[in-house]
């Protein structure tokens, strides 16, 4: 774990970040819900728990940070920038999604917001990844890649390839697993040889640390400080965030594979959002009002967010035959 | 005219194109240090410094990869497989990410990137080096497939190849890169999509590429001898199909033999004929013949290697039975 010590985080970013975290939860809950009613199908992966770590790291980069993820990416998206409404439109298929209906839940792109997708093949972002820090440096530029994958992704044999690849020639990747414990139904510890896996990266000599995915702040500050050293010395490194998925690895997911009480006891004494909350309080920063009031304007974005998806059109049949192929 | 060698031209327009542009870098075993398994990158290294000449440690599906992703911030990548045997190791990368990224960002990341090495049967290599891919990659949507047959095709095919914003597969072999040719000192390009006639004739069109081109062409000359006149059609680009060039020669000749170093079913032969059978079908005065490699993996044996491919006998035999001539 990250050491403990006096946060330079203002009120104003730790609201920010307050905030942020109640969007991202209300928009899955909304996704969720949409999905049940049938306005659109397909896989769905919702990111719910795992807020703290979406908008820790987010808050640690700037815009000109490239980012790539796997298929649990919604609210990564919009944390990069791209905006709500146009993130439930591409989950709806509609022509104002970001990718105009053509990518979906496991696919959000915006090349204008340095978002590189949304994959689908588990741990096939890492080369992508990879190449991305290839092109900073070949650039030599001062800005980094944030590469989200999953626990069960340190699995893939070319996410070692590309470990070693990146580690061999310094290249500025943050790769940031997002350790929930379970690869879709399998308990992390029946399928992998290390109890933390962070230590993938000794094999590659590679930085390493691991951090409470659960508390926004800690991992804010430990990837600031992992970032800028990048920015200077452009070599990768191995986040472990510890954290939790509440709902199921997908939305027809029940989760008989693990115990109510073990979800029951994330949600209640490690949440993110009511982490954040209290220490606000504490600080006396917020009150008890402010927080639901912040967390009604989450509601009131995810609310606006569907219904322009529900308004967006669908694209033209004849779209299906653009962009197989740069003419 | 100069008289070079096939490795010579390939490392040509490799040269010209890194010249031309610097977001061109190659990447791959071997290509920098030890000048190319097979010599095409001879001398890059010097000319351009390992900046952009990268040699790669063995993990094909990891630089491919780095390479697209390099690809979608804008360089322009190389990535040579030492064979298309190794290169199947990477398939994910190229089928999954290279050959969707266009489509499922829904226009947003072009896939500026070529892949090339040798593909096909080179002498006694047993049955894990002597596969040809055409057939399984041509049948895949986003992906360019070319071949080459001549060093004078082979550097001005390389070169669109580079320029083009879409992912280029490039197709080579072993046994041609000491083949040598005429080549212009001036520069020249050769349009994707674009087939040659390299022979022309009028009794019966024979459709070859890459190795096979040159077998196609002996027993043309060899069927010249007994006064049977034999066009030889060139498609050079497979992935999309110079159809109208092919067209075009069945409705001067009306009669069609397919070679290629490459097994029968579900193959870019057996795509051909049934194009040809489908469009040109009142122009046929003998259903399509194909000769192929026989459906078993490549025997390491000379005899048996030399039965499994396509020979002059079996050529020639495939000419005659089109023509209705016994014996």
Not at chain 1, 87 to 95: D, I, Q, T, Y
Not at chain 2, 44 to 55: E, I, P, S, Y
Request: with cysteine; proline share 4%.
């Amino acid at each position: 774990m990250t050491t403990k010590k006096k946060s330079a985080v203002d009120r104003d970013v730790l609201i920010g970040m307050y905030k942020q975290m109640c969007l991202f939860r209300r928009f899955e809950e909304r996704v969720g819900l949409a999905y049940t009613k049938q306005k659109f199908s397909g896989f769905c992966h919702l990111h719910i728990g795992q807020e703290g770590l979406a908008v820790g790291v987010q808050s640690a980069l700037r815009d000109s940070d490239y980012m790539i993820s796997g298929y649990r990416s919604h609210t990564q998206a919009i944390g990069k920038g791209i905006a709500p409404g146009a993130v439930m439109a591409e989950l709806f298929g509609k022509v104002d999604g970001c990718c105009r209906g053509k990518g979906g839940s496991m696919h959000m792109f915006s090349n204008e917001h340095n978002f590189l997708g949304g994959h689908g093949i588990v741990g096939g972002q890492a080369p992508l990844a990879v190449g991305v820090g290839f092109a900073i440096r070949y650039r030599n530029q001062d800005n980094v890649i944030v590469c989200y994958m999953g626990d069960a992704a340190t699995n893939q044999g070319q996410v070692f390839e590309v470990m070693n690849m990146a580690a061999t020639w310094d290249l500025p990747v943050l790769f940031i697993v997002e350790n929930n414990r379970y690869g879709m139904g399998t308990d992390i510890t029946r399928t992998t040889s290390v109890d933390h896996l962070w230590k993938r990266a000794l094999a590659f000599d590679m930085g390493h640390s691991d951090v409470d995915g659960m508390n926004v702040l800690t991992v804010h500050e430990h990837v600031t400080e992992l970032v800028e050293k990048m920015r200077k010395d452009k070599k990768p490194h191995l986040l472990e965030a510890l954290t939790y998925r509440y709902r199921g690895h997908s939305v027809s997911d029940p989760g008989t594979y693990r115990a109510k009480e073990e979800v029951e006891d994330y949600q209640k004494n490690r949440d993110p959002i009511l982490g954040l909350g209290r220490q606000l309080v504490d600080k006396k920063w917020a009150t008890e009002e402010e927080l639901k009031a912040w967390d009604n304007e989450a509601k009131e974005k995810a609310k606006e967010a569907e219904a322009f998806a529900d308004a967006s059109p669908q694209p033209a049949l004849e779209e299906l035959w653009d962009h197989v192929l740069v003419p | 005219m100069a008289i070079i060698t096939f490795r010579e031209a390939l490392g040509q327009a490799i040269s010209e194109e890194m010249t031309r542009d610097a977001n061109v870098f190659l990447m791959g075993e071997e290509v920098g240090l030890y000048n190319g398994a097979y010599k095409v990158s001879k001398g890059l290294l010097d000319q351009f410094g390992a900046k952009r000449v990268w040699d790669a440690p063995i993990s094909e599906a990891g630089f491919a990869g780095l390479g697209i992703g390099a690809a979608m911030v804008g360089l322009r990548p190389i990535i040579e497989f030492m064979t298309w045997n190794f290169g199947i190791q990477a398939f994910d990368q190229i089928v999954n990410h290279a050959a969707k990224m266009l489509y499922m960002s829904g226009g947003q990341f072009n896939m500026p990137i070529v892949f090339r090495g040798p593909n096909g049967a080179a002498h006694m290599l047993g049955a894990q080096h002597s596969q040809a891919y055409e057939s399984m990659i041509t049948n895949i949507p986003g992906l360019k497939v070319v071949t080459c047959s001549t060093p004078y095709d082979g550097k001005g095919l390389l070169k669109s190849a580079i320029r083009d914003n879409n992912p280029v597969l490039f197709l080579e072999s072993e046994m041609m890169y000491g083949m040598k040719g005429e080549v212009p000192e001036e520069e020249y390009l050769i349009p994707l999509g674009k087939g040659d006639i390299k022979r022309e004739g009028t009794d019966v069109t024979f459709i070859a590429w890459n190795k096979a081109l040159h077998k196609a062409t002996e027993a043309a000359e060899a069927l010249a001898k007994e006064g049977i006149s034999v066009e030889v059609l060139d498609p050079r680009t497979l992935q999309p199909l110079d159809e109208e060039l092919i067209f075009a020669s069945v409705r001067k000749t009306h009669r069609v033999v397919i070679i290629e170093e490459s097994w029968s079913f579900g193959s870019v032969g057996s795509q051909i004929s049934d194009r040809i059978h489908k469009e040109c079908f009142d122009e046929l005065d003998a259903p399509v013949s194909r000769v192929t490699n026989e459906f078993v993996p490549m025997p390491y044996n000379e005899a048996q290697e030399e039965r499994v491919l396509p020979n002059l006998d079996r050529i020639i035999a495939a000419a005659k039975e089109v023509l209705y001539i016994k014996g």
